[in-house]
Nanobody, 129 residues
Framework: VQVAESGGGSVQSGGSLTLSCTVS????????ITWFRQAPGKDVEGVSC????????YYADSVKGRFTVSKDNAEKTVFLQMDSLEMEDTALYYC???????????????????????WGQGTQVTVSA
């Protein structure tokens, strides 16, 4: 299993970036993909989550209306479109993927404590004034 993020970079406040998460090694049908971020000195935050099977999406209040998660037709790459970026969005962004079943369908994209799964190495996003 391999999870790889790309697309990070530096942008001015108000700008946009699109992050990509490519997963290989298994089919994603009953899997959820979550974008986490960690800013310096802060805890890891679950930013957005996508349940592949039914397309359910979750966004943290801090990014709602500015970030959009989507997937490609082959469902092997998930994108995080980030618009109207703010300096507070500066962080190391991680993509993580894990399976779920009917017993966890409600919690997989709402409870990010000890989420587990397979994680990528992260991609840095820096937003300047």
């Amino acid at each position: 299993v391999q999870v790889a993020e790309s697309g990070g970079g530096s942008v001015q406040s108000g700008g946009s970036l699109t992050l990509s998460c490519t997963v290989s090694g298994f089919a994603l049908d009953w899997h959820a993909i979550t974008w986490f971020r960690q800013a310096p000195g802060k805890d890891v935050e679950g930013v957005s989550c996508l349940r592949i099977r039914d397309g359910y999406t979750y966004y943290a209040d801090s990014v709602k209306g500015r970030f959009t998660v989507s997937k490609d037709n082959a469902e092997k790459t998930v994108f995080l479109q980030m618009d109207s970026l703010e300096m507070e969005d500066t962080a190391l962004y991680y993509c993580a993927v894990k399976p779920y079943d009917l017993a966890r369908v409600e919690s997989v994209c709402t409870n990010f404590d000890s989420w587990g799964g397979y994680w990528g190495q992260g991609t840095q996003v820096t937003v300047s004034a």
